[in-house]
């Protein structure tokens, strides 16, 4: 297996996992994808529940890693990747929860970062006086998953944007408090500026002796192990003996892209649903198959607040971008943040379920599409912890939310962050350090 730039032709893969990862993405800037995708065996998949996480998560990844890490340092990336649980909470008759918020900092952004420091860490074993600069644009979670995943990682400095006063108060500490290889930059702007300049910033000739690579989804180190909760869902779930259906909030796409490798790798899924807040770009797609990206907009489902999302591509390519084929798989619906509110009310109301703004947003595309098919086995993914959105949590079900130590911990540590305005001033902090 071969990496090849979806600016190019599967024809011309020819590209590694270790370049893939270090690059983050492809010097004529497309993303990166495999050549090939060889699923699973069937005798794994059936007898899922006698293998542990760990064991799955190898079986999972090996190909796309291609032996580029040796078994051993593979595995224990993968252990210490994995060191928290993925549980599957009932929350009505066929609806449940995946919990994906028990790792470090809340968001099942730990999963994707952990690993890709662990490869980075890897490939820079032998590296002296070299470092790499991973430069990442976050619209909330990702940076804080990213400082924590690839805090003290050899060789790595990194590199945060974040768009001021766009955050939540516990996201901003868990990206700006770490210190040591980890800086934060307070753009002023949305995500899109942020995103647009770490963008700008690769496509730089002036800063490639930086040593640049990405950490957001579009990174194959980040995106690919996803994979793995889709597996831990189903395994918990089997024996229910139902037709399986994930909603997944989406902002970016590449959680949801890589639910949909799972089920190319052999995954027992009848359907996908992304779930979007009023950044509809893909709801509008699917509805009317054009593809007109937007800025994005501000809503109370932050971490979803894209309106060109970077994963869509692949998920065009996985299905060899015939629109019928994946119309039969994949829906996508979008939805305010006043639907939002509401839902998160009649959640708790109704079960006592406290969902957080986005897996609220999950919950609703998951119950569109069981509408017309009832005796399906819903699965939403719940991709944060509510505290990380205390504010509307508790303003918008009247509750307190007990405060989990690992975010006590970043808390009353002081931030840290350079307030920058404009791509001007990213390049001259990058050349200046
Ligand atoms: C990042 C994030 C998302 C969106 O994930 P994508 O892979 O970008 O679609 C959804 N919910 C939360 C809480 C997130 O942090």
Redesign the pocket.
Known sequence: MKYYSLNSTKNNAQTSFEEAVVRGIAPDRGLYFPNQIKPLEKEFIQNIEKYSNEEIAFKVIAQFVNDEIPEPVLKEIIRETLCFDFPTVAVEDNVYSLELFHGPTM???DVGARFMARCLGYFNRDKQDETVTVLVAT????GGAVASGFLDVKGVEVVILYPSGKVSDIQEKQLTTLGKNITALEVDGVFDDCQDMVKTAFLDAELTEENLTSAN?INVARWLPQMFYFFFAYKQLKAKNKELVFS?????????CAGMMAYKLGLPVKHFVASTNINDTVPQYMATKEYNPKPSKQTI?N??D?GN?S?FIRIQTLFDNNFEELNQLFSSFSYTDKDTRETMEKIHKNSGYVA?P?GAVGYLGLKRYQQAEPNTLGVFLE??HPV?FLDVVEETLGIIVAIPEQIKAVMDKEKKAHAIKNYEELKSYLKGR
């Open positions: 968001a099942f952004k619209s909330g979670d990702t989804s997944v909030p989406s902002g970016n796409f590449g959680n949801i489902s971490a979803m894209v999302p994963n957080d986005h991709t944060a990380k």
